[in-house]
Every structure is written in C-alpha cells, then in structure tokens.
C-alpha cells in the first residue's frame, strides 16, 4: 500500500465510534490518497509515501464541524444587545418588532452578492480554528425568492473558500410581516411553493422549522416535516429552547437527524430521542448570550445514550459566536461536558447530526481526509483555555 501524502510522527485523536475515549493512538500517522484517509495507525506500521510530513509530536484531530449556524443574513442587532442590558427578554424583542423579523429587513434588501460578502469574515473566522464543514440555515428571507437567494449564497460560500458546506431550509423560521395574521397561510407557502421549489433546484440539504411559543406550533411544524419527506429532505428542529412545545418528540417521530437547544426538554423527549437515533444539540454561546438560567438536561441525556452535538448557532441577534473552540469551552463551564464530550460534539456527533458521519467527524479509511493539526501537549488545551487558538494547519480534502 502507498499513500500521496502521509503525516506521521503525531498523537492521534480518531474520535472513532466504539473507541475508548477519543480514540488515542500515541506515536501515529494518517495516510491520504486523492482526498480520502487511506492509513490510520501506528507509525511502526505505515505505508510509504509520495510525500511525508513529519507532525513533530503534534496532536490531530478530525477537521472540527459546525452543525447549526445562520452564518448568512445582513445588518445586525446590536440594539437589542442593548435592549437585554435593561432587562428586555426575547420574547419581549420578537413582540416588539425586533428579533428574526427584523434581519429579515435587511436580507431582503442585500443582493446575493452582498450577502456572501459580508458572511465571509464570519466563515473566515471559524475556518481559522479548523473548521473544514458547516452547516448553514436560510430563515432570514421568509419568502420564496429570499430563501432561495440565501442557500445559493451559503452555496457559493463553500465554492470560494475550501469548506464543505451543508445548507438547511429553514423558512418556517418566523412569520414575516405580510403573513402575521395569518400564519398557516405562510405554512402553506412554505410546504406547497418554498419547499417544493428548493428542493427541485438542489439548494437544501435539510429542512428545520423553529417550534416555539413564539415560532411555530406543532401542527405546524409537523406540516412542514411532511412536506419535506415528501420531497426527500431529512429533518432537524429548533426545540425545548424557551418552553417546553414538546417539538423534540415530535421530531424523533419523523426520525429528526437532531434536536437543537433544548434547555426545557423532558423526559418523554428524552426516550422519543434516543428511540429514534436523533442526535441533542446544544448551543452554549445562545444559553450565554440571552442570560438563560434553565439548563439543558445533560445527565439525563447521557443516561440514556444519546448524542450530544456543539454548535456555536452563530447568527445576528442571540448567538453571534464565530468561534468552534469557545463553544466548546462555554459547553463545558455552563453544561458540565467533559473534555471528551466537548470534541467529540464539534467532530463525530456533529457530523451525525448533519447526517454525514459516513464522510467526516473521525479519522477512519475511506473517510474525507478532512484534518486539524493543533501544537499542544493534550486535547484538554483545546476545550479549557479561552481566546486561545493552537491551529497549526487545517487540512480539507487532503490539501
């Protein structure tokens, strides 16, 4: 066997599935051939090599995952930053004009063009800590030509930076304006002309709905999970994030690949997700950045065997994190997540919640040879220090 290129002489952190921990090989090497891992092992036992890179002792990982981002949308809310300074909640916020509707303004009015633009420092800055794949949601247009416009730029976002991207349709995010008083008349937008004329065009690889006291109701969102099994879309759910609507059960029950924030998640969701295989995504810089006391259930999650993905949910109003290894640090210090949850959340849970754990989040042959090369002495240092950034070279597709 031989490789184009081999790295060797490193500490790897496989983050295998059925490995103990994160799946430790001292004194290891990866192999690659034409963009896919061909050798993972010792170094005692590897092939030869076109070219060899001599790691010097240094750790590597899987290329980090962000699987729940709004990454694009134009303008910013810096005013209600303000707003929460005095004490107004969310739902204050959303009910007062501002919140999702008030990006929608400004999407509308960006060009496609204009919204690459200003994602990229965004994108830019979570490429910079290893991130090699991403999701990004559209949700921010809340109309057939506006959604569309979004998933075309988060499209072009992955052809003009080295970044797998995945792309979420997430137009039963808010009730625009037009529809306010009448908000399943703009499901039926969404299910019978959005959906539909996405999924024809190829721009979504998921769909998403936000169920809450202030978004969706269940009827609804479930009209929407139709909807998008019938066009082949898996799905996903904003749920449990400022009430308890019951949305985690009801996307186990149409085999949601995750279930995302779900601070007020209860028991009957808990075991309805852990039948259905979907994955709890938490979403720390959100809990922070909107002062939330109510934490997520993690003893319980564990308990019963299910998956715990990190997102940073970077978006304009209450996440704007750009920043995979603060996550991780801000899961650990608010959630309680060990070392070994917090990396494996942002590599092979994450990349199970975006429904590509046969391509990327561990470092297994025939997976995408998607690799993060860190200079520090144990994975510890990427989860326990804060602004601290150990990047030493971020591989995607073998270059």
Request: hydrophobic content about 45%.
């Amino acid at each position: 066997m031989h490789s184009d290129r081999l790295w060797t002489n490193a500490r790897l952190a496989t983050m295998q599935d059925g490995a103990s921990g994160l799946g430790v090989v001292e004194r290891g090497a990866v192999g690659m051939t034409a963009g896919t891992i061909t050798y993972v092992g010792s170094m005692i036992d590897a092939p030869t090599a076109t070219d060899t890179i001599d790691c010097d002792g240094r750790w590597i990982t899987p290329g980090l995952i962000d699987p729940h981002t709004h990454l694009i949308f134009a303008g910013d809310r810096i005013a209600e930053f303000e707003l929460r300074q005095k004490r107004a909640s969310y739902e204050d916020i959303a009910r007062s004009g501002g919140g999702i509707v008030s990006t929608v303004h400004a999407t509308r009015a960006a060009s496609e063009a204009e919204l690459v633009t200003s994602a990229l420092p965004r994108l830019d800055a979570l490429i910079a800590e290893g991130v090699t794949t991403i999701e990004i949601k559209s949700g921010y247009g809340l109309s057939v030509e506006d959604e569309a416009k979004m998933l075309r730029a988060a499209r072009i976002l992955g052809e003009v930076r080295p970044v797998s991207v995945r792309t979420t349709f997430l137009g039963a995010h808010a009730l625009p304006q037009e529809y306010a008083e009448d908000p399943d008349g703009y499901i039926d937008l969404v299910c019978q002309t959005m959906l539909p004329d996405i999924a024809a065009a190829g721009l979504a690889d998921a769909v998403d709905a936000f169920c809450e006291n202030i978004g969706f109701t269940l009827a609804q969102t479930e009209r929407v999970f139709v909807a998008a099994k019938k066009h082949g879309l898996p799905v996903k759910l904003h749920a449990e994030q400022l009430s308890n609507q019951r949305g985690a059960a009801l996307a186990a029950r149409h085999a949601a690949l995750s279930a995302d924030h779900l601070e007020y998640l209860d028991d009957g969701g808990i075991a309805a997700m852990a039948r259905a295989g979907t994955v709890a995504m938490l979403l720390p810089g959100a809990y922070y950045f909107l002062r939330e006391t109510k934490l997520p259930p993690v003893a319980a999650l564990r308990a019963a065997g299910i998956p715990i993905a990190l997102a940073t949910d970077c978006n304009p109003g209450t996440s704007p994190l750009t920043s995979i290894l603060l996550t991780m640090n801000m899961a650990a210090v608010q959630f309680g997540l060990t070392v070994d949850e917090c990396l494996l959340g942002v590599t092979r849970q994450a990349a199970r919640a975006l429904g590509v754990g046969a391509e990327v989040g561990t470092l297994e042959l025939g997976k995408r040879c998607d690799l993060a090369i860190w200079d520090i002495e144990r994975p510890a240092d990427l989860v326990g220090r804060i602004g601290f950034n150990p990047l030493h070279q971020r591989i995607w597709m073998g270059q």
